[in-house]
């Protein structure tokens, strides 16, 4: 079955940094999707991208989508102690499947 | 705004015990997962329902079973809880488009089975 990987799995930076977080999947997807998780809390959706976008912005939020390499990217930008979270992709498959797929996720820490 | 609880944040249970884990949306959404995450092995899908009175199994189905009695409401239940159930149990809710679209998370239940 297909799986979102994201890599890195840990990443730390300073505040006022910009984080980048990738993910790669498998196989054909009709959307990707981007969560992110409070340490012991439920998950938050942040932004989908569709299989035919290649960007998309949400705030401090840019995602790209490149489906020829099968991969995905998350970049926040100016970071804040706040945006310290767990951010996890999950992808959905081309043939309509109810079940999303999440990647393990990165663990970012934005450090004051 | 999309809320989903769920019945307890924390839960320490005995081996053996039978435990039910409840998961209430407000949005009139088709769809409802549930998931375990442990570290290291990420998010792992337990069970999904289309529709009430319907369920499919997910990645690993064994040990549960679901209940969806109503649409706003789905139940996991442990029937003989062990310990490697011991872990954090989210569930979500998705309105049906086509498949697609975002699921809203509950906070989540951290089970412990002694």
């Known amino acids: 079955s297909q799986q979102g990987e994201e890599d890195p799995q840990a990443l730390s930076i300073q505040e006022g940094e910009n984080a980048t977080m990738n993910c790669s999947y498998k196989?054909?997807?009709?959307?990707l999707q981007w969560y992110r998780q409070n340490s012991g809390r439920g998950l938050v959706h942040l932004i989908l991208?569709?299989?035919?976008?290649r960007e998309k912005h949400s705030g401090r939020l840019r995602v790209t989508l490149d489906t020829s390499k099968k991969s995905s990217s998350l970049l926040i930008t100016a970071s804040r102690a706040a945006d310290t979270a767990s951010y996890f992709c999950a992808t959905d498959g081309r043939g309509g499947s109810e079940k999303l797929v999440f990647g393990k996720g990165t663990k970012l820490t934005v450090n004051p | 705004d999309v809320k989903v609880t769920q019945s307890s944040r924390y839960l320490v249970k005995r081996t053996g015990e039978k435990v039910f884990l409840e998961c209430v949306q407000d949005m009139d959404h088709e769809n409802m997962f549930w998931y375990r995450q442990d570290p290291g092995l990420g998010l792992r899908l337990i069970y999904f329902?289309?529709?009430?009175?319907?369920?499919e199994k997910g990645d690993i189905p064994e040990g549960y079973s679901v209940s969806r009695e109503k649409k706003e409401r789905f139940s996991l239940i442990l029937e003989s809880a062990s310990t490697n159930q011991t872990s954090m149990y989210l569930c979500?809710?998705?309105?049906?488009?086509?498949?697609?679209?975002?699921?809203?998370f509950g906070p989540g239940t951290r089970l412990l089975v002694l």
């Open positions: 991208i569709r299989s035919n976008e």
């Open positions: 196989t054909s997807i009709n959307n």
């Open positions: 329902s289309y529709d009430v009175k319907m369920k």
């Open positions: 979500a809710s998705r309105a049906w488009q086509g498949g697609r679209g975002t699921q809203y």
